[in-house]
C-alpha cells in the first residue's frame, strides 16, 4: 500500500526490480549446489517442474513484476516519467517487450543502455533501463567503449562478475558477485535523476510538486 501511495502521487518513478530469479548467470546443472536456471525465454514467467522451493521465489517474483507493471502504466497514463532497469541479459526484458509494447509503439516510452564502469564501479555490468517521459529521447547514458578488452574508463580489465565456464562468482565476504553488483553506484543513480529533474514544468505531472519515488 505505501508503494502504490508513493507511485500514485511521485513525479519520478524509480523501479529497481530484484534480478535473481531472471538472471542468465544462473548455470547450475541439475542436482548441483550451484543455482539453477529458473526462467527461459521460452518460459518467462518460469521453467516447469521447479522445485517447490524454486517455485515458491518465481511466483513471489512473478507477483512482484506483475504489480511493478501495473504501477509504470499508471505513471504513463498520469504523464509523469520513472525508469526501470535490470541487467541487459535479464529474462525479464522479455516480459516488458510484451506488456509495454504500445507504449515503446507510441513513443511513449523507450529503452536506453548504460555500463556500471561509466560510473566507477571495477566490473562493466551492461545494464538496460525502459524510460517513460513526455520525452524518452532526451535521456542519455555512457557507453563503455572497450579496446581490447579493456576498460574505456578505468584503462584495466573489468573485474567478472559471473563466467559461462566458470563457478569462481563468490566475493571474499561470501556473497555472491552478482549480488554485489545489485548495488548501483551513487554516480549513476544522480546522472539519471538529474536529467528527469531537468525536464520542463510542461512535460512533468500537472500541478504536482517534484518528487522522487524508488520502490
Known amino acids: 500500500r505505501d508503494a502504490d501511495f508513493l507511485a500514485q502521487r511521485a513525479d519520478v518513478l524509480g523501479v529497481e526490480l530484484d534480478c535473481s530469479t531472471y538472471s542468465l548467470a544462473r548455470r547450475g546443472k541439475v542436482g548441483s549446489s550451484m543455482p539453477q536456471r529458473l526462467r527461459s525465454r521460452k518460459h518467462p514467467w518460469g521453467l516447469p517442474g521447479l522445485k517447490p522451493a524454486d517455485q515458491n521465489r518465481v511466483q513471489s517474483s512473478n507477483y512482484q513484476t506483475r504489480a511493478v507493471f501495473r ?3 499508471a505513471s504513463i497514463q498520469r504523464g509523469a516519467s520513472g525508469y526501470l532497469e535490470n541487467p541487459i541479459g ?3 526484458w522479455h516480459l516488458v517487450r510484451r506488456a509495454f509494447s504500445r507504449e515503446l509503439a507510441r513513443g511513449q516510452a523507450a529503452f536506453i543502455e548504460t555500463d556500471m564502469c561509466c560510473y566507477g564501479t571495477s566490473f562493466m555490468k551492461p545494464t538496460r533501463l525502459l524510460i517513460w517521459c513526455s520525452d524518452p529521447g532526451s535521456i542519455n547514458l555512457p557507453r563503455c567503449h572497450m579496446r581490447n578488452g579493456i576498460c574505456g ?3 584495466r580489465c573489468h ?4 563466467s559461462s565456464t566458470s563457478c569462481k562468482g563468490l566475493s571474499e565476504r561470501g556473497q555472491w558477485k552478482t549480488k554485489l ?3 548501483y553506484p551513487k554516480r549513476f543513480v544522480s546522472k539519471l535523476l538529474s536529467q528527469f529533474c531537468r525536464l520542463p514544468r510542461s512535460m512533468r ?3 504536482s510538486r517534484h518528487t522522487t519515488s524508488t520502490l
Open 159 to 162: 573485474e567478472q562478475l559471473s
Open 181 to 183: 553488483g545489485q548495488v
Open 153 to 155: 574508463n578505468s584503462g
Open 205 to 207: 505531472t500537472p500541478g
Open 71 to 73: 504501477r509504470i502504466k
Open 90 to 92: 535479464s529474462i525479464l
